[in-house]
């Protein structure tokens, strides 16, 4: 029975310096794509993370600009119904 490592004749199969230079080369450039894709993954989550955060506190202050023109709507309709004369609405302007 042969062993691991030899070939059917009983000799040891031996490679060329040129294909463990290849093979080395190739893992290098393999490590090297890896590391460049982590990288570039960790750059583009760190990126997407803070504009999440920007969307955030946009969405944030047009949700509190939208509570108050509901709020004065909802006095004006309360004073229609009781019979007051209403304050006029003045609805903030957008920033865009």
Request: glycine residues 10%; hydrophobic residues 40%; proline residues 4%.
């Amino acid at each position: 029975m042969a062993s691991r490592g030899r070939g059917q004749t009983g000799e040891v199969i031996t490679l060329p310096l040129e294909t463990w230079v290849s093979i080395g080369t190739l893992l290098g450039v393999g490590l090297s794509l890896a590391g460049l894709m982590l990288a570039t993954t960790r750059s583009l989550r760190t990126e997407l993370k803070g504009d999440i955060a920007e969307l955030r506190t946009e969405l944030k202050s047009d949700v509190a600009e939208l509570r108050t023109v509901v709020d004065r709507l909802d006095e004006r309709v309360y004073a229609l119904a009781t019979g007051q004369a209403p304050r006029p609405l003045i609805v903030p302007r957008s920033r865009d």
